[in-house]
């Protein structure tokens, strides 16, 4: 699993619960209905990453029989070569000897065709499941806090550091290395529609 693409996705995950808890509050609705929006919004967005998840590699499987049969289809050498090139890095193909990309071709008839599999249903779950508890979690105080104004803004605090603790981690994953501003960029994106959310609902 691509650690980063799922916390990536919990970090757009958590500013859709946000908008839409602070979308209900604004329009005065009871504490239930704003937890309900939360579930909700979780539940929806989960669902569309982990159904985006399996048609990715549907698609990435889909290319690669393709490559797979344009390659197996060439002519001769030249247009091998020129099928390699369209979809590597032309300098990793330059740097193939005639023997290697002899011996490439001949085993390309031995390849079993890529398929799906049971696996890329798991793996759409996992996200899935994945997604869902990183975004959820955040809304439990809309259940477990009395008073509503309260629990939407302990709600509101905790995805602010959660967006904090993803933006960190997709800094360290990232060429840039600058981590402490991409995990203050998304908390400060969080904690301004936290704020929007309470002028308006002062309004």
């Excluded at 990536?8 to 009871?30: K, Q």
């Excluded at 000897?97 to 793996?123: C, H, K, M, N, Y």
């Excluded at 908390?187 to 308006?200: D, H, M, P």
Aim: net charge positive; aromatic share 8%; hydrophobic share 50%.
């Amino acid at each position: 699993m691509n650690w980063a693409d799922r916390v990536g996705e919990i970090a757009i995950g958590l500013l859709v619960t946000l908008m839409f808890t602070g979308a209900f509050a604004v329009l005065g609705s009871p504490r239930g209905a704003i937890g309900l929006s939360a579930l909700s919004a979780s539940t929806a967005w989960s669902l569309i990453c982990g159904v985006m998840y399996w048609r990715g590699l549907c698609l990435r499987r889909g290319w690669q029989q393709r490559f797979q049969r344009d390659l197996q289809q060439s002519a001769d050498d030249r247009g091998f070569v020129d099928g390699l090139s369209e979809e590597l890095p032309a300098s990793l193909v330059k740097s193939l000897s005639p023997a290697e990309l002899a011996r490439l071709r001949a085993q390309l008839p031995d390849l079993a065709p890529p398929t799906t599999s049971g696996l890329d249903v798991v793996g759409a779950v996992q996200t899935f499941v994945v997604v869902f508890c990183g975004t959820f979690p955040v809304a439990l105080p809309l259940w477990w806090i009395a008073d509503a104004s309260l629990a939407l803004g302990v709600t509101h605090a905790a995805t602010v550091v959660l967006l904090f603790v993803a933006g960190l981690f997709l800094g360290r994953r990232s060429s840039s290395g600058r981590a402490a501003v991409l995990g203050c960029a998304l908390a400060g994106l969080g904690a301004l529609l936290a704020a929007l959310c309470r002028l308006l609902q002062g309004w």
